[in-house]
């Protein structure tokens, strides 16, 4: 049984019809692209899967439940984490405190869960309304609780992260101090706080140069490994879609041209017409 599965996802927009019919199938374990030219219709699929709208027909299954319009934030306490086109951290805050601030809002025992229990399903979602002084504050108050016990987990779980993403001997920096490049991984670390079995990402590669773009490739893989993760990713940069997919949806004016093995989509003349045959960064 496929992991994720959406039948029939169209989202409407007034007259204009963004997604259509799109029937996308995650399985356990694969690395799956998106890709297709400018607006066709990618972040607005991404939207529905992650809960940010609800499609106006069809279905969207994650496992045995149909998930279609639940809301984000309890879409990612089921498994499903994402990140977006524009990088969304506490940039005053540490690269530390920016994991342990979404560790710190995902524990599920004591007091500090009565008052701000699973709140890390909204720090990846909202956090770019959460002011950085209240995100200060709950770091705070959290350690002025003194749950030494919880304290000392979250700290191991947020160094794990750190480490497992390559960020650890970085974790006193300030986050917005960081090369674009680590900046998304940090994002990632921290959508992976919220012990997510699929992981969207949106445009991961966007404004990298060779070299990140290069090391993304194998840190996409290497999370997929190390945290049992099945991908969902948009994506625009060819190398990284060619190198690293199981398999690849292409999508033009909301409509599914194609699908398919990297192979068979760099081979497939109407993809070429529609996407491959322009600029690789269109
Ligand atoms: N909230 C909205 N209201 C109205 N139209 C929208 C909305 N969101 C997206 N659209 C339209 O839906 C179409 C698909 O947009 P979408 O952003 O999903 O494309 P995309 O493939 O992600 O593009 P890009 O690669 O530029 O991010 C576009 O015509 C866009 O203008």
Redesign the pocket.
């Known amino acids: 049984m496929a992991l994720l599965k959406t039948n029939n996802m169209t989202?409407k927009?007034?007259g204009?019809t963004?997604?259509k019919d799109f029937n996308l199938e995650l399985n356990k374990g694969e690395i799956v692209a998106l890709i297709?030219?400018?607006?066709?219709?990618?972040?607005?699929?991404?939207?529905m899967i992650s809960g940010v709208?609800k499609p106006t027909i069809g279905t969207i299954n994650f496992k045995d439940t149909n998930i279609t319009g639940v809301k984000p934030h309890e879409i990612t306490k089921l498994g499903l984490a994402r990140t977006f086109?524009n990088i969304r951290l506490f940039k005053e805050l540490s690269v530390l405190d920016n994991v342990l601030i979404a560790n710190h809002l995902n524990v599920n025992s004591g007091i500090l869960s009565a008052c701000v229990n699973n709140m890390a399903e909204y720090v990846s979602y909202f956090s770019h309304l959460l002011p950085e002084s209240v995100a200060s504050k709950i770091l705070k108050s959290t350690s002025a609780l003194g749950y030494k016990k919880e304290e000392n987990e979250i700290l191991e779980k947020s160094l794990f992260l750190l480490e497992k993403t390559g960020l650890v001997d970085l974790k006193d920096e300030k986050s917005s101090s960081l090369p674009y490049g680590l900046q998304r991984r940090l994002e990632i670390a921290r959508a992976l706080a919220t012990n997510p079995e699929i992981l969207l990402l949106d445009?991961p590669a966007a404004g990298m140069n060779p070299k990140e773009t290069d090391d993304l490739t194998d840190f996409i893989q290497e999370i997929r490994d190390d945290f049992e993760l099945t991908v969902f990713m948009?994506e625009?940069h060819m190398q990284v879609v060619m190198g690293i997919s199981n398999k690849i949806y292409v999508?033009d004016y909301?409509v599914t041209i194609a699908e398919g093995t990297p192979q068979e989509i760099q081979n497939n003349d109407r993809v070429i017409q529609a996407y491959l045959g322009v600029s690789e960064d269109a």
């Open positions: 989202m927009f007034g204009l963004a997604v297709g030219p400018n607006g066709a219709g990618k972040t607005t699929a991404f939207n709208y086109q445009e948009i625009h999508l909301g």
